[in-house]
């Protein structure tokens, strides 16, 4: 089965603070994503990964950045963390020769405080 | 721009009792069209997929929708709902060719009453 790990489940931190969120998933996909979810806007796009050192914009990037440097491994990074980004975040990974399925971890939720 | 309309935020049914989820979307070529479900505390788990052929597809857990291209709908169905369905349902559209990056709606929240 594939594993999508989020290694974090709930984070409390201080407005001004860098966050860093960490997935890790086990079947070599090429394609990552992660997306934020708000209750009544479903999930929204903030960067997607198509290769190691590869990155695109999603549907809402501003104050996110990310890193590809292996290919298992996305993280998502809050540079100055501000209490409009509190929020559950989802890392998925993309079968793409496959299914076409996206795997989701189970998310991370922050707070912002 | 590829979106997706669920119109329905909650949804209520009594148990044994039958489920549509309403789901339309938005998209100029032959989408690629998902429903996912997330329990409480979880990620999101696909139910079920259509990419081409039978418009009439069956997914996990007894689930099945059905895509309509003139109604541009893909709704989700399942005959007779059990109380372990309650649950937070997603619709989802994308295009297998730009690495699936999908579009999701805003989700239907299924309550089930017994």
């Known amino acids: 089965d594939v594993k999508v790990t989020q290694s974090s489940r709930y984070l409390v931190k201080r407005t001004g603070e860098k966050v860093f969120l960490e997935c890790v998933q086990d079947?070599?996909?090429?394609?990552m994503f992660w997306y934020r979810q708000d209750p009544g806007l479903g999930l929204r796009l903030i960067y997607f990964?198509?290769?190691?050192?590869?990155?695109e914009k999603g549907d809402i990037p501003e104050g996110y950045s990310v890193s590809r440097e292996k290919k298992e491994r996305f993280s998502l990074i809050l540079e100055s963390a501000s209490t409009n980004q509190t929020s559950m975040y989802l890392c998925?990974?993309?079968?793409?020769?496959?299914?076409?399925?996206?795997?989701f971890g189970e998310g991370s939720r922050l707070t912002v405080l | 721009a590829q979106s997706v309309t669920q119109p329905d935020i909650h949804i209520t049914v009594s148990e044994g009792a039958s489920l549509e989820l309403r789901c339309n979307y938005s998209?100029?070529?032959?989408?690629?069209l998902f429903w996912y479900v997330q329990s409480p505390g979880q990620g999101l788990q696909l139910l079920l997929k259509?990419?081409?052929?039978?418009?009439l597809v069956q997914g996990i857990k007894g689930f099945e929708a059905e895509f309509k291209r003139s109604q541009s709908s893909f709704n989700l169905r399942k005959p007779s709902v059990h109380w372990s369905d309650a649950a937070e349902y997603f619709c989802?559209?994308?295009?297998?060719?730009?690495?699936?990056?999908?579009?999701f709606g805003a989700g239907t929240i299924l309550r089930v009453k017994s």
């Open positions: 998925a990974s993309l079968d793409r020769g496959n299914t076409g399925e996206l795997f």
């Open positions: 079947m070599d996909h090429e394609n």
């Open positions: 990964s198509y290769d190691v050192k590869m990155k």
């Open positions: 998209y100029g070529a032959t989408p690629y």
């Open positions: 259509y990419f081409s052929g039978d418009t």
């Open positions: 989802a559209v994308g295009e297998r060719e730009y690495g699936n990056k999908l579009v």
